[in-house]
Nanobody, 126 residues
Framework: VQLQASGGGVVQAGGSLRLSCAAS????????MAWFRQAPGKEREFVAG????????YYVDSVKGRFLISRDSAKNTVYLQMNSVNVDDTAVYYC????????????????????WGQGTLVTVSS
């Protein structure tokens, strides 16, 4: 599976941006698609995730109500719509996927994802 993230750039605080993650290869076996981000000097953190088959979603508290993750199955693409961004959203954003199904909760740790895109930089200016 190959993942290609795009859509990053510079956006003013309060503005919006949409990231895309195009998947190719054996994508049919993937259970979860997710977005992570890593700010300078900080660890990579989970942002949002979606289950490919049923479309259920999960968000970290800091982006709930502002970000929306969605998928276009026909295009094998996952999106992250970022609204009302603030300077704390500045980071490199990575898309990730994995085929393992977790019964005990949403997989939100980096180690739980096997496939990663190259990252796209989002800079929020004040």
């Amino acid at each position: 599976v190959q993942l290609q993230a795009s859509g990053g750039g510079v956006v003013q605080a309060g503005g919006s941006l949409r990231l895309s993650c195009a998947a190719s290869g054996r994508t049919g076996s993937m259970t979860y698609m997710a977005w992570f981000r890593q700010a300078p000097g900080k660890e990579r953190e989970f942002v949002a995730g979606i289950r490919r088959s049923v479309g259920s979603t999960y968000y970290v508290d800091s982006v709930k109500g502002r970000f929306l993750i969605s998928r276009d199955s026909a295009k094998n693409t996952v999106y992250l719509q970022m609204n009302s961004v603030n300077v704390d959203d500045t980071a490199v954003y990575y898309c990730a996927s994995d085929r393992t199904w977790y019964s005990g909760g949403w997989p939100s740790e980096s180690r739980q994802y096997s496939y990663w895109g190259q990252g796209t930089l989002v800079t929020v200016s004040s």
